[in-house]
């Protein structure tokens, strides 16, 4: 009897053996990671609430948080063998809004791997969306766990299966459906808040993409381990550029920048190019049109899909032979 027949014989939610069951194709997906994957869906709140401290019991908990950080060291380099660290477990990729529009209006399966030159993480860094359509609303764990968080909290997007349906079964009273319409009314609203859309990946989550979260530097748990040092966000492979001469020193842009990237010296705003994540909240705060993004060679490769798509099906079609595409 395998682990799915055994399962199938306790009284478990059909979005659990959905996820289990896909959890089953990936080679070598340890009973472990299944488990991981359940907990960190089932108990999203919690699970969040601890690791960011603000849950009520997250001082008892932490048995549990060096367990944990046995399995995925925060800083592996100070271990007596390199391992992956949460970082490479959980993170998640800044995108501008017009990238986070394309990801939730896809509408078709797809499947992209060994994004390494987007995603520069050790694992988690695949791009599979089985029925794109499915988003889920979900209360965010970071802002519902925050003492005054930003409001709304329905912002963050849990796209495609089996993902959307185990959210929704789980968490009725903190999750609803929306289709690809509202997904995108959500993204341009907190864009307008100034918050940044991060998508986001997990190895507990089948190893890939799942979650598009729109983010504020004072609640959001990921944010503020990247102010800490712990690299669990990367770039969106953009940066912002100043047009001097239409800066007029407003400081919109810094009031506004979640990173602290932006300053003003003087009449005219300096970027901090190291600590800019090239998300585009500056770019759209700037009533004069002074900042654009402008791509970063030296940073990861942008998430835009229809050209990951495009690349994707053209590196399929150099690989089959002639007589398979007859």
């Known amino acids: 009897m395998n682990f799915l027949d055994l399962l199938a014989k306790f009284p478990v939610r059909r979005s659990t053996l959905a996820f289990m069951r896909e959890a089953e194709r990936i080679p070598g997906y340890s009973w472990l990671e299944k488990l991981h994957g359940y907990v960190y869906g089932r108990w999203c709140y919690f699970y969040i609430g601890v690791g960011t401290g603000r849950h009520p019991l997250a001082r008892l ?14 800083h592996p380099d100070k271990q007596d063998t390199p391992r992956f660290s ?15 529009v394309k990801l939730v209006q896809i509408g078709r399966d797809i499947e992209i791997h060994d994004l ?19 988003i889920v609303a979900l209360n965010c764990p970071c802002r519902s766990m925050a003492e005054n968080p930003c409001l709304p909290l329905d912002v963050c997007l849990i796209i495609g299966e089996p993902f959307a349906s ?7 009273d903190t999750s609803r459906w929306i289709t690809p319409d509202e997904a995108v009314d959500i993204l341009r609203a ?6 940044v859309h991060h998508v986001f990946f997990k190895e507990a989550m089948l190893e890939r993409f799942y979650a598009i979260c729109n983010c504020c530097s004072c609640c959001c748990g990921a944010m503020q381990a990247q102010r800490n040092g712990i690299q669990m966000l990367c770039s969106s492979g953009f940066v912002a550029i ?31 190019t ?6 585009g909240v500056c770019e759209g705060k700037c009533p004069r049109g002074a900042i654009r993004l402008e791509r970063a060679e030296n940073r990861p490769e942008p998430l835009e899909i229809e050209k990951l798509l495009n690349e994707a099906a053209a590196s399929r079609s150099a690989t089959t032979p002639p007589s398979e595409t007859r």
């Open 61 to 74: 908990a932490t048995p549990l948080v060096w367990i944990m950080d046995r399995l995925y060291p925060l």
């Open 274 to 279: 190291q600590a800019c994540m090239g998300c």
């Open 242 to 272: 100043i047009d001097e001469e239409q800066c007029v020193g407003c400081g919109l842009c810094a009031k506004n920048c979640q990173f602290d990237a932006l300053t003003v010296v003087g009449k005219r705003a300096h970027v901090d």
């Open 116 to 134: 390494e030159k987007v995603i520069p993480y050790a694992r988690a860094r695949d791009i599979v969306l089985r029925n794109p359509d499915h």
């Open 166 to 172: 185990f959210m929704r079964e789980h968490h009725p």
């Open 86 to 100: 949460w970082a490479d477990s959980y993170h998640g990729k800044a995108v501008p809004l017009d990238d986070a």
């Open 190 to 195: 907190e864009d307008e808040r100034g918050h």
